[in-house]
């Protein structure tokens, strides 16, 4: 499939791409003689069963009984067929076409039983199948990632390819993990080693009888075969050595050692272990080395299936699904010719996975499938939560693999989730990560920014002018006697700061990683954007109108081993933009730091609401207060409604899809942005002159002197 043939292939079904058109074509072999070709009067593909008589001398040779030499022939020479027919794959004709199905499909659909019923012959299946072999065959793949409806019958399909793979390979060894540890075993058990139970003789290889394949597969010697395989030729009692187990569902249970067919059941609905996350550690980050050898080349290969639930949760679940399926992209490789996960994604929609709705060529009829899809969904629209549950079970376009329910969204969820797919699908980066630093090394004098790919501190919005911007609009106050060093104040009128902190010594929650969040968004300019109406507003967000400013330009989001050094960091970009931040009261490490810098006017005063009386002395900071989260969270939906759609950073639409303001403690990045709003609303301790002389926009008058009597 994957080496060139003079008989390529194109997917009419499967989508192997997600921002471009993925694997283009696979190759098959060279179409073989017409009297090759199978089921020409059938039209059809038909499993073909040993004839009865041969069955019955097979069942008594079994017994141990003498059957005659013509019938031993006839058996061997049966088996010798479906084997090579199970290594090889078949042409046959299907409804007036040549049909090419490989080895495992094969294999499948003749001697594989699962608790359902023997397979029937499907279109999608033979290209999934195909898709495959692809990766099976690419040095530069780790296996694949595949999604679909909710009971399309991928499961016993992951079943049984490891099964396939372990039978066929000495000295193999296969693993696999679920969503929990209970859910893996029922997969082992229904998916595995049942099946395996009813394999024909000449598929089963011996395994160990002393134990009872509880939780693994120990295969002995091979099946006993023909002389003429090569591959079992040497030696009849040669031991396969080959091992298939399962384990439980944490990150690191397969940890240093060598897995040569892995499969991952369910890895979108992972609630209790990492899959995909950015420090290397999760169950994914963990397994990939296993497939390697001496570090590089690639001698494994696994095979994920799974729907997506637990979209709440930003760094499991469906979250970190996600990550690892844009991750896996055919069209994104990197400068190793491998996808940034190492895997290959596959989708395969909705309309065209529906059993109902399989003609008896295997052809799916896409228009009823999606028709009785669409009249579900209708039945199903004045109940959001269970309306989103629905697509993500029965998707027809990849972005609703990942559908949030509107309804639990704080925010237009609708905006979000079209910008997070134009994010995710886009062929070019929408942030840049860069890192600041005080010129020559000297604190108090200049910040600078320069790109570091690699290990940069924040990250920066493409687009937004962010090299014309002016910079370092600050300047000394005065001096502080106490403290003995001098203090400065912010001059820039620009951007508006948002903070969410960390503090000293706090400890992050249970299995989250606390970070502290800044956010720095560029103020509207009507010389820019063009003065605004309420309707102008509103028809610009329906035409996604693309703003130049009242943009989020920056993101921080890194937690050092440190705090000093975040709030250092914080100093700099306060600095560079010369905007004083709006921080979070309760976080008093930041504000003392600020003070202790000599930067206590880069501090906001506390937020105070229209309406609402005046503090006696201005307070740094603002409490987080239940009536402060409403107010920010209503800032927000504002500006998500009609600037979302310009939004660069995908960590904050995430954060956004699933933010609640009962629970604000676990949504950092949403938090930082609801303090930039705010932030524009809070007059700041120091306001500049204005940078241009108005003295000629007014008349110069000389009033005539007073007579005086």
Not at 518 to 526: A, L, N
Not at 534 to 556: G, H, I, M
């Amino acid at each position: 499939m994957f080496f060139k043939t003079d008989n390529p292939y194109q997917f009419k079904y499967l989508i192997t791409g997600i921002t471009g058109p993925g694997i283009e074509q696979v190759y098959l072999p060279p179409v073989p003689s017409e009297d090759k070709i199978l089921f020409k009067k059938e039209q059809k593909f038909v499993k073909e069963d040993m004839p009865e008589h041969l069955k019955k001398a097979d069942y008594e040779k079994s017994k141990g009984k003498q059957i005659s030499k013509q019938y031993e022939k006839a058996i061997q020479e049966w088996e010798d067929k479906e084997w090579d027919r199970s290594e090889n794959g078949i042409f046959f004709w299907n409804n007036g076409v040549i049909t090419y199905i490989n080895g495992f499909y094969y294999w499948v659909l003749t001697a594989w039983h699962p608790y359902f019923g023997l397979p029937k012959y499907r279109e999608t299946d033979k290209e999934i199948t195909y898709w495959i072999q692809f990766w099976e065959e690419d040095p530069n793949s780790y296996g694949g990632a595949l999604n679909t409806i909710r009971r399309y019958g991928k499961s016993s399909l992951m079943g049984a390819w490891i099964v396939y793979r372990t039978t066929r390979n000495f000295n193999h060894t296969a693993g696999s993990q679920g969503e929990t540890d209970k859910k893996i075993a029922s997969f082992y058990r229904k998916m595995i080693l049942k099946p395996f139970y009813k394999l024909p003789s000449m598929y089963q290889p011996t395994y160990n009888l002393d134990t009872k394949q509880a939780s693994k597969i120990e295969f002995d010697i091979p099946p006993k075969r023909s002389q003429k395989r090569s591959k079992y030729e040497s030696d009849q009692l040669q031991v396969l050595e080959s091992v298939l187990d399962f384990r439980a569902s944490g990150e690191g249970e397969y940890d240093g050692e060598i897995l040569h067919s892995y499969i991952m059941e369910e890895p979108g609905k992972l609630q209790k272990v990492s899959l995909y996350d950015e420090e290397g550690e999760g169950r994914w980050d963990i397994i990939k080395p296993c497939f390697l050898s001496g570090g590089e080349e690639i001698i494994g290969k696994a095979f994920l299936g799974t729907t997506v639930e637990n979209l709440k949760s930003t760094d499991k679940g469906g979250q970190a699904y996600k990550r690892l399926f844009y991750d896996s992209d055919f069209n994104q490789k990197q400068e190793d010719g491998r996808t940034m996960s190492g895997l290959y994604a596959a989708f395969l929609p909705g309309d065209c996975a529906m059993s109902k709705y399989i003609d008896e060529w295997g052809h799916p009829i896409r228009d009823k499938a999606r028709t009785s899809l669409m009249t579900t969904r209708k039945v199903y629209a004045k109940r959001p939560s269970k309306l989103a549950g629905w697509i993500r079970k029965y998707p027809i376009y990849i972005k609703e693999i990942f559908y949030v329910n509107p309804d639990s969204c704080a925010f237009n969820s609708v905006v979000l989730q079209d910008r997070q797919l134009e994010l995710d699908t886009a062929t070019t980066p929408f942030t840049n990560r860069i890192e600041l630093y005080w010129e020559n090394g000297q604190r108090d004098t200049k910040v600078k920014w320069r790109h570091a790919p690699q290990n940069g501190w924040c990250q920066i919005a493409v687009g937004v002018g962010f090299n014309e911007i002016q910079t370092n609009m600050f300047e000394q106050s005065g001096f502080d006697q106490e403290r003995n060093i001098p203090t400065y104040r912010p001059t820039g009128v620009s951007f508006d700061i948002g903070c969410d902190p960390i503090e000293h010594g706090v400890v992050a929650q249970p299995g989250r990683s606390s970070k502290p969040v800044i956010t720095v968004k560029s103020r509207y300019d009507s010389n820019i954007d063009g003065i605004m109406s309420e309707e102008v507003t509103e028809q610009r967000a329906a035409d996604r109108y693309p703003y130049k400013t009242n943009r989020y330009v920056l993101l921080y989001d890194v937690r050092p081993s440190d705090p000093n050094k975040f709030f250092e960091y914080a100093i700099m970009i306060c600095a560079f933009f010369g905007r004083p931040i709006h921080v979070e009261s309760q976080k008093y490490s930041i504000i003392n730091y600020f003070h202790n810098r000599g930067y206590g006017e880069f501090i906001l005063n506390k937020y105070k609401p229209e309406n609402t009386r005046p503090d006696k002395a201005p307070q740094d900071g603002t409490a987080a207060s239940q009536p402060i989260i409403q107010e920010y969270t209503t800032a927000l939906e504002s500006w998500i409604h009609n600037y979302g759609h310009t939004q660069s950073f995908r960590e904050l639409i995430e954060d956004n899809l699933i933010f609640k303001p009962t629970e604000t403690k676990v949504h950092d990045y949403t938090v930082a942005m609801g303090f930039t709003e705010l932030a524009a609303k809070i007059k700041p301790r120091f306001t500049p002159p204005p940078q241009k002389d108005i003295s000629s926009y007014f008349r110069l008058h000389t009033l005539p002197r007073r007579q005086v009597n």
